[in-house]
């Protein structure tokens, strides 16, 4: 065993849209820093090597049967892959580090919801950074799982949930990040390995900035004793990255530019969020009856048991003439930055929240689960740039929130702040501030981690 210093990093994302755009711009990231990046990726949701032709790919074989790969229930998806990737990932990065022809290896950075990963790379000797795709203010809350559970909040009773979390301000119980699964102890058991696993790694990478979550960063920092490096919006200093899994339907900025400025509701709840019919419908016709233009995405699998658009009411399109526009799957970013944008109306999933941040978009607010549900308090009570749908899925709820955002002077106020709040997500990035000296400080954790490569002379 011999040691040498090297500036080939190898990066594991967890296999969903939401982790994998994260991952891959951090990839990019860290390769304008003149770092050569290795990707380790599972073959369920790969993304196409060809469209990232400065990165290495290599696909494992985890053998997800057919009905595994699915994520109708996200915890069992998680655990099983916790379980399956094991031995596959294990022998391919072992592979990589025994190959005396590449560069040695500095260090692994892997998603904080795949902790396995911690106990393969301290097997074979090599540093884990764990990277983060969620905010800081929800890993604060994961954080206190055991003491939550200890003090009685789980599992949650709905007739409580609109008491507060004394622990956690602002909090309401109903905004604890859990999720509807089979198994409620494997969630316990998910959220404390993320944890745990992150306690013992080499250090943590946010995709966030300190002027949004300066608070829960301090928390992190006296609550873990490693490094970590806030070093977000990760898109916002890196040209676009095609990182999309499904195919972006262009036309709704066609459909975009004939619409006025700030006049159009864009509706999206992300990658894997699911409504059931009836609630599809009261979006239908809260959007119908707010007479606003919008684009919606509905996304196949969007709503539980049916096709894309079968639930609609017929005759829906024809009733909105014009004035709404659906795609399965849109260029959010560039949704976003289109000046006839006005609202989000999003699942506020980390990413969609960063980019509506970053492009002073107001936000209605409809968490559907985990950390979701923690981001849009925060967007709603903390920051004041968007309004949730605090009392259910109902048509005149949604009309209401709507205008109130889109033409009340409530609206104009969040505006406002928003964009404010944009700027400093832009100035984060720049020379002397926060991102900017976070990913100095990165490239100097990584370049002065111990590692050891292994191969035979
Ligand atoms: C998941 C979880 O739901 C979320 O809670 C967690 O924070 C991250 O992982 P997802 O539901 O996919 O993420 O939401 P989000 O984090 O918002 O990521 C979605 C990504 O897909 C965004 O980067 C968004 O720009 C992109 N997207 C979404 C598109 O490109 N087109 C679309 O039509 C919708």
């Not at 892959?81 to 290896?105: G, M, Q």
Request: one cysteine or more.
């Amino acid at each position: 065993m011999d040691q040498r210093k090297g500036r080939r990093l190898v990066l594991f994302p967890l296999p969903l849209q939401g982790h994998i755009s994260p991952m891959l711009q951090l990839a990019n990231i860290l390769h304008s820093q003149g770092f050569t990046i290795t990707i380790i990726h599972t073959s369920f949701n790969s993304p196409n090597p060809s469209s990232h032709p400065h990165l290495t790919f290599h696909f494992i074989q985890e053998n997800l049967s057919a009905s595994e790969a699915s994520t109708d229930d996200l915890v069992a998806f998680v655990s099983l892959l916790n379980t399956k990737c094991l031995v596959p990932f294990r022998d391919c990065l072992a592979k990589l580090l025994a190959d005396v022809e590449e560069e040695p290896i500095a260090c692994l950075i892997s998603d904080a919801m795949l902790p396995f990963t911690q106990a393969v790379a301290d097997s074979l000797k090599l540093p884990r950074i764990v990277l983060r795709t969620g905010g800081a203010s929800s890993f604060v809350v994961f954080a206190a799982f055991p003491l939550l559970k200890e003090r009685g909040y789980f599992p949650i009773q709905d007739s409580k949930g609109q008491e507060p979390v004394v622990e956690l301000p602002p909090l309401k119980i109903k905004d604890l990040p859990v999720i509807n699964t089979r198994d409620p102890e494997t969630l316990y058991e998910i959220v404390n390995g993320m944890v745990d696993g992150a306690k013992v790694s080499s250090g943590i990478i946010w995709n966030t900035f300190e002027d949004l979550e300066e608070s829960a960063l301090a928390t992190l920092r006296q609550q873990f004793s490693i490094p970590i490096f806030p070093i977000g919006p990760f898109h916002i200093c890196i040209p676009a990255s095609p990182s999309s899994l499904l195919t972006q339907d262009q036309s709704c900025i066609a459909w975009l530019d004939k619409q006025a400025p700030k006049s159009v509701i864009y509706v999206s709840f992300g990658s894997i969020a699911a409504v059931s019919e009836a609630e599809f419908l009261e979006i239908a016709w809260g959007l119908a009856n707010c007479k606003l233009p919008f684009l919606w995405v509905v996304r196949p699998g969007l709503t539980r048991g049916s096709d894309c658009l079968e639930p609609l009411p017929s005759g829906f399109m024809e009733m909105v003439d014009g004035r709404g526009h659906l795609v399965k799957w849109a260029p959010q970013q560039e949704v976003l930055a289109h000046p006839a944008v006005g609202a989000f109306w999003t699942h506020n999933g980390w990413n969609s929240t960063l980019e509506s941040i970053c492009e002073g978009i107001p936000m209605i607010c409809m968490p559907c689960f985990t950390d979701q549900k923690v981001n849009a308090r925060y967007v709603s009570d903390v920051w004041k740039v968007g309004l949730q749908l605090e009392n259910g899925l109902k048509r005149e709820e949604i009309e209401k929130t709507i205008r109130r955002v889109m033409v009340e002077k409530q609206g104009e106020e969040i505006r406002s702040r928003i964009f404010r709040l944009k700027e400093k997500a832009n100035h984060s990035w720049k020379q002397g501030r926060s991102s900017f000296e976070s990913i100095n400080s990165l490239v100097t954790h990584i370049l002065s981690l111990e590692t050891f490569t292994f191969h035979t002379q």
